[in-house]
Nanobody
Framework: QVQLVESGGGLVQAGGSLRLSCAAS????????MGWFRQAPGKERDIVAA????????YYADSVKGRFTISRDNAKNTVYLQMNRLKPEDTAVYYC???????????????WGQGTQVTVSS
């Protein structure tokens, strides 16, 4: 069982930066793939970035490539999403997710946080 708690969301102007954190409970964190997803009102929950258990492999959606960076600290049971050069279209609720295998679709993840709101003003 893994419990996830996101933090770091907020209101920022376009061009600004935020860093999201996702703190995980449970000894299995270091063996789990992690993903960040986002969901805007009326839209589906889409993957933003993912990272394997070791941090050696990452994936980014085309819309955030070059602006966002996913990382993890297994000693702290935490995964991060550094978001730079934010755009109004990045506005959404951001969720972290964990799974032994991971993937690029939301239904491939077993464990979810409660979400944190990110709002980017123009």
């Amino acid at each position: 069982q893994v419990q996830l708690v996101e933090s770091g969301g907020g209101l920022v102007q376009a061009g600004g930066s935020l860093r999201l954190s996702c703190a995980a409970s449970g000894r299995a964190f270091s063996t789990y793939a992690m993903g960040w997803f986002r969901q805007a009102p009326g839209k589906e929950r889409d993957i933003v970035a993912a990272i394997d258990w070791s941090g050696g492999a990452t994936y980014y959606a085309d819309s955030v490539k070059g602006r966002f960076t996913i990382s993890r600290d297994n000693a702290k049971n935490t995964v991060y999403l550094q978001m730079n050069r934010l755009k109004p279209e990045d506005t959404a609720v951001y969720y972290c997710a964990a799974d032994p295998h991971g993937g690029l679709e939301y239904n491939e993840y077993d464990y979810w946080g409660q979400g944190t709101q990110v709002t980017v003003s123009s």
